[in-house]
């Protein structure tokens, strides 16, 4: 059975919020974090969002790298660091590279702000 992208998307998004190690108080800041980003990539365009949240030495955005970055590995948009990846990339793939990831993290704030996430506790840094 074949799933649409935006199953795709959920699923995903889904599996990557349960890897992340923070649960309960601990996890607030990135729960917080999570309604604004989609809008903060809106805005201010992917390569000034990321900008931010690399320069924050905080989990919450550590966190949010690595899902984000971890789905455009996987949809092919990036080989392997999105951060440094879109400053080669051309107008198109850039704008495409940008659109994904807002889609994508439409599903994160979805779940997220809904506490849909497992209790595992595997790093979400582990995962490609």
Known sequence: MQQTLSQQRAARSLELLDKIKEKGRDREPFSQFCKSFPTMVLKNGLGQSLAFIK???DKKYENMYATLNAWLIKM???????????????SRKYMQTQTEAIRFLEWIKRYENAGIFGQRGTDVHTIT
């Open 55 to 57: 320069s924050k030495p």
């Open 76 to 90: 092919g948009l990036v080989a392997e660091d999105t951060f440094r990846e879109i400053h080669t990339m051309d």
